[in-house]
């Protein structure tokens, strides 16, 4: 058996079993399948469909071997129990059947109460065998299916096909939020320029007024970023390039000498 299509031929064996196709089921179990490959429902599915075709110790092999790992499954066990009443084995049946309704949950132990009322209602074994039917007496719980689950052979191109399209989705939205913050950062920093050249372009005031002299005690007190640092010391020296030794160059001179701006600049 192919592992990826083990889940869609488990699905298209749900849908025979609901439709009452015991055959087909048994066909395909016994072509594609050992009992070391099944799992408990596919144990089970093949045992009931087993029982449904009169292939009663088959089918009672097959549940013992799934009791095994799974001693406590009331489905299994309330399967031996009809297999028992088969047999003419009425404490066999019995017993199995408390079991059964000892660990089912709320909702399916009446079902089970009503089995074992059977027992009351028909004290020989032999005349319930002839009476009791497989379709009201065994219980299968069955998983719902999907019409995309019963594609088959396309089940897992499609969940490739999806998980490329969440990984472009993913990478999609990645790239946004990248763009999102680096444009959050640009203004951050525009506006910061901008708060400190404005507050510069105030103090540029008439040339003839004296002219301001740089402070001969540094501070280091003003953080300036370095796009702000470059924007102010090119300033600087286009001042300076046209003989320009305004009151804004000396200003600006002064303001990065008192920043924190690198040695080399300052010098």
């Given at each position: 058996m192919v592992d990826k299509n083990f889940e869609s031929t488990k699905h298209k064996l749900v849908e025979l079993y609901k439709s009452g196709k015991f055959g087909e089921v048994i066909s395909i179990i016994e072509d594609n399948f050992d009992l070391k490959q099944m799992d408990v429902l596919l144990k089970k599915i093949y045992a009931f469909s087993l029982i449904r075709t009169s292939n009663i110790e088959k089918a009672r092999y097959i549940l013992e071997d799934a009791l095994g790992d799974y001693p406590e499954d009331y489905e299994i066990l309330n399967g031996l129990s009809y297999i028992s009443i088969l047999?003419?084995?009425?404490?066999?049946?019995?017993n199995y059947?408390?079991?059964?309704?000892?660990?089912?949950?709320?909702?399916?132990?009446?079902?089970?109460?009503?089995?074992?009322?059977?027992?009351?209602?028909?004290?020989?074994?032999?005349?319930?065998?002839?009476?009791?039917k497989p379709r009201d007496f065994i219980i299968l719980s069955l998983p719902q299916t999907s019409k995309i689950q019963n594609l088959g052979i396309f089940r897992f191109s499609l969940t490739s096909f999806r998980n490329l399209v969440i990984l472009l989705i993913s990478i999609s939205l990645g790239l946004v939020l990248y763009?999102?913050?680096?444009?959050?950062?640009?203004?951050?920093?525009?506006?910061s320029n901008s708060v400190?050249?404005?507050?510069i372009s105030r103090v540029d005031i008439d040339t003839s007024?004296?002219?301001?002299?740089?402070?001969?005690?540094l501070t280091n007190d003003i953080v300036l970023t370095d796009n702000e640092v470059s924007?102010?010391?090119?300033?600087?020296?286009?001042?300076?390039?046209?003989n320009r030794a305004s009151n804004r160059a000396r200003f600006i001179a002064?303001?990065?000498l008192n920043s924190n701006a690198s040695t080399q600049v300052k010098s």
């Amino acid at each position: 058996m192919v592992d990826k299509n083990f889940e869609s031929t488990k699905h298209k064996l749900v849908e025979l079993y609901k439709s009452g196709k015991f055959g087909e089921v048994i066909s395909i179990i016994e072509d594609n399948f050992d009992l070391k490959q099944m799992d408990v429902l596919l144990k089970k599915i093949y045992a009931f469909s087993l029982i449904r075709t009169s292939n009663i110790e088959k089918a009672r092999y097959i549940l013992e071997d799934a009791l095994g790992d799974y001693p406590e499954d009331y489905e299994i066990l309330n399967g031996l129990s009809y297999i028992s009443i088969l047999r003419g084995e009425k404490t066999s049946a019995i017993n199995y059947l408390l079991d059964a309704e000892y660990y089912a949950p709320p909702e399916v132990k009446v079902k089970l109460k009503k089995n074992l009322s059977l027992f009351s209602e028909i004290p020989d074994i032999f005349t319930l065998r002839s009476v009791v039917k497989p379709r009201d007496f065994i219980i299968l719980s069955l998983p719902q299916t999907s019409k995309i689950q019963n594609l088959g052979i396309f089940r897992f191109s499609l969940t490739s096909f999806r998980n490329l399209v969440i990984l472009l989705i993913s990478i999609s939205l990645g790239l946004v939020l990248y763009l999102v913050i680096s444009n959050l950062i640009g203004i951050f920093n525009y506006s910061s320029n901008s708060v400190v050249l404005r507050n510069i372009s105030r103090v540029d005031i008439d040339t003839s007024v004296k002219l301001i002299e740089p402070s001969s005690i540094l501070t280091n007190d003003i953080v300036l970023t370095d796009n702000e640092v470059s924007s102010l010391f090119n300033e600087l020296r286009i001042l300076l390039s046209k003989n320009r030794a305004s009151n804004r160059a000396r200003f600006i001179a002064n303001y990065l000498l008192n920043s924190n701006a690198s040695t080399q600049v300052k010098s």
